[in-house]
């Protein structure tokens, strides 16, 4: 029972698409089990570029079922937007199954998140104004609507009226706009039911008979490690687990079925929004990462933040997710480079700290301490084994899983689907 999880090892943005893609032909489920469209994948396939922002990335493999698990929250409009794209394009989506108990992203949800954002002004988070903050803390406080409640219209509707009792307070009294009508929400989710019920399942049982039958599932997480609600840098934060164990919850497969854990890392660093970031750089080469690596983000279109490689960061994502391996991502970007500086430790108060602080304010303080490493010249994008790396490229990479505390089992070394070194089969 070959079960994976893929996840983001620094902020997000890592490339976890072109790595689910390369395991897609291998395996049989691809699960998201978490976030919402407020996360983005690009993937290569041939000449043919998909950004992907709710959707699974298997569900470009025609051999793959793609699941969208409970801990998912789904924009229904969005969804059916990102289908009827494909649809356009020949790909097949059909076999594509979404969770009775994920929850819906209605439309106040959006409102709220939108003008609550706005009223935070200087200390706004960041987010992308989606409503996926709101749509999870409407789960947690027991208000959420789910996808099988499209199912039930005295059910939706009373959800709804339940909603809408605090969110119209805050909406006419805080934020002086105008009330929701319950009506209005009701009708619109209903609209939906009919084009959903040929998706929707019980994921869960599906999920665990898969693999009693030994098919091989991967869990593909959105955003990344220092994201994650608990464990990320708080409140800088997206309102789930993206780390390992939101695979479990998200998804309803228990942790003893987990057999690998891969943490994906880009060979530097980069994050969106708002929050401490030791190593952004502000610089001509902050500049270049950015311009050479395409760093614009695949859902918010803004541009990302732009470092040098996190060790310590690196060591942090190893730690809390149990990782067996990490992928390397975008190797290729950092080509030209006389020297490439790596943070291996920060200095915090005058005193050298190997570690991720766990206060708040020692990160948002926290100085990267840099090792430089030599770089190189030579184009690798049609490297097809480590020993078809320049010297330098391979000291660089050794250095990396050295620093991060687990095997680094592939390298991505071009945007396209074949640019990729495999080193240690994750199946």
């Known amino acids: ?29 691809v699960v998201r089990y978490q976030g919402g469209n407020n996360a983005g994948h690009t993937v290569v ?96 406080n027991r208000v959420g609507i789910r996808v099988q409640d499209l199912y039930d219209e005295s059910i939706l509707t009373q959800k709804v009226e339940a909603a809408l009792d605090g969110k119209n307070q805050l909406l006419t009294k ?42 091989v599932v991967l869990f593909e997480g959105g955003q990344g490690t220092l994201l994650d609600i608990d464990h990320g840098t708080y409140p800088f934060v997206t309102s789930s687990n993206p780390t390992a164990g939101g695979a479990c919850t998200g998804s309803g497969v228990g942790p003893t079925k987990i057999s690998r854990v891969i943490g994906i890392l880009k060979a530097y660093t980069t994050r969106v929004g708002a929050g401490p970031f030791p190593t952004e750089l502000f610089d001509e080469d902050g500049d270049a990462l950015r311009r050479i690596g395409g760093e614009r983000g695949v859902t918010t279109g803004r541009d990302r933040r732009c470092g040098w490689f996190d060790a310590v960061i690196a060591r942090y994502a190893t730690r809390v997710n149990g990782l067996t391996d990490f992928f390397l991502t975008k190797l290729d970007v950092l080509t030209g480079w006389e020297e490439i500086p790596v943070c291996v430790a920060y200095e915090i108060d005058g005193k050298r700290v190997e570690e991720l602080p766990y ?19 030579e184009d690798i994008t049609k490297a097809k084994s480590f020993a078809d790396l320049p010297k330098n490229a391979q000291a660089y990479v050794k ?29």
Request: net charge negative; charged share 20%; glycine share 10%.
């Open 1 to 29: 029972m070959p079960a994976l999880v893929l996840l983001g090892a620094q902020w997000g943005d890592e490339g976890k698409g072109k790595a689910t893609d390369l395991l897609g032909g291998s395996v049989d489920y």
């Open 45 to 140: 396939v041939g000449d043919q570029k998909y950004a992907l922002h709710l959707l699974p990335s298997g569900i470009l493999t025609p051999e793959c079922t793609p699941v969208i698990g409970n801990g998912v929250v789904v924009d229904p409009s969005v969804l059916f937007s990102e289908l009827n794209g494909l649809n356009e394009r020949g790909v097949d989506t059909s076999k594509l199954l979404i969770s009775g108990n994920a929850h819906i992203i209605t439309p106040y949800n959006v409102t709220v998140d939108k003008v609550t954002e706005r009223f935070l002004g200087k200390r706004k988070i960041g987010t992308t104004g989606r409503g996926i903050g709101p749509t999870y803390a409407d789960k947690i």
């Open 174 to 215: 805080v934020f002086n706009r105008r009330a929701i009508e319950v009506e209005q929400v009701v009708e619109e989710l209903l609209t939906y039911a009919d084009r959903l019920k040929p998706y929707v399942a019980d994921t869960v049982l599906v999920l665990n008979k898969a693999l009693d039958d030994n098919k």
């Open 359 to 377: 206060s708040q304010t020692d990160f948002h303080h926290a100085k990267p301490i840099y090792e430089t490493l030599p770089g190189w010249s």
């Open 399 to 427: 250095a990396l899983e050295e620093m991060s505390g687990a095997p680094i089992s592939a390298i991505g070394v071009g945007p396209g689907r074949t640019e990729t070194i495999e080193i240690n089969s994750f199946i």
